[in-house]
């Protein structure tokens, strides 16, 4: 028989039965709570099938408004012979409302001590129609390491879901993916934002995690991104040095980018083919804004400069059928 780690328990499910904005059901989590749902059971590593379980989900629910003072962690997963457990999620569902003033993570991966991968990490807040107001830290758990000749797990992302409204204010980080110590590959790191219909003002730092392969900071379509922080790619280990990779990755739709006083970008802005892409420089301060890294068009793009004067480090490309657009950029 198949020897399973049992999956870990979920903490909490919650629904509101009058979901209207004024009088939604109204979660509020103090200094001194931690919500930590139940880890995945380890399988048994003497059983060549044996599986690690999943880690569980610590808030499950709709229609909520969620104020978090201490800390909200999904679930870790167990280690298996031959599949190890995934991270839980720390907070999933639709139609939440958000104010994290401390700590919410996804579950970390579990180790894999044989040929199996190890698990990736959690994702810290999933769903859609998600307005988020970050303080703290809102991070994807990291993906399990490998201990044998497997590759190491992959990060979770920090926030994933469409129609996010994000204030952040603090940290949203990528989980890191797992380091593989025999033969195999390191698991790829997860991205702090990702989804479609996304609107971000950016005053504290947004990092894609680390890993085999970068995690991006922000990956997405048709977003609205405005930026006095860091937003910053994660860092890819090549054998021989750090590469750092996307920053912001556009996948489709029409996106703008606004840069105000305090704006650092770290890393690649990767337009897909068939994007728009508008850049306004609005930091009226008499310094430049950088983009530490390259600008990517694909094929069929349209990009639109205007505002102040900004600066690219590295290089700028162009697809086939793509245009590029000055708008009154000041001399």
Known sequence: PLRAGE?????????????????RTKLRINS????????????????????????????????????????????NGGSGADHNGDGGEAVTGDNLFIINGEIISG????????????????????????????KGTISGGNGGNNYGEGDGGNGGDAITGSSLSVINKGTFAGGNGGAAYG?????????AITGDNLSIINNGAILGGNGGHWG?????????????????????????????????????????????EGSVITGDVQVNNSSILKIINNDYTGTTPTIEGDLCAGDC???????????????????????????????
């Not at 903490?11 to 004024?22: C, E, F, L």
């Not at 931690?34 to 808030?59: E, F, K, Q, R």
């Not at 490309?317 to 708008?327: D, Q, T």
């Open 7 to 23: 999956d870990g328990m979920d903490a909490w499910y919650i629904t509101s039965s009058n979901p209207s904005h004024a009088s």
């Open 32 to 75: 001194d709570i931690m919500i930590s749902a139940g880890h995945g059971g380890a399988g048994d590593n003497n059983d060549g099938n044996s599986c690690g379980g999943n880690g569980g989900d610590s808030i499950t629910g709709s229609d909520l408004s969620i104020i978090n003072q201490g800390m909200i962690l999904g679930g």
């Open 107 to 134: 579950g970390h991966g579990g180790d894999s001590y044989s040929d199996s991968d190890g698990g990736n990490g959690g994702d810290a807040v999933t769903g859609v129609n998600l307005p988020i107001i970050n």
């Open 183 to 191: 033969y195999g590959y390191d698991g790829y790191g997860g991205n």
């Open 216 to 260: 991006d900071a922000i990956n997405g379509s048709n977003m609205t991104i405005a930026n006095s922080g860091y937003i910053i790619s994660g860092k890819e280990d090549d054998g021989t040095q750090n590469v750092v990779g996307n920053a912001i990755h556009i996948t489709g739709g029409n996106n703008s980018l606004i840069l105000h």
């Open 301 to 331: 793009t349209t990009v639109s400069l205007s505002g102040n004067k900004f600066t690219v480090s590295g290089d700028v490309s162009f697809g086939e059928n793509s245009s590029l657009n000055l708008a009154g950029i000041s001399s």
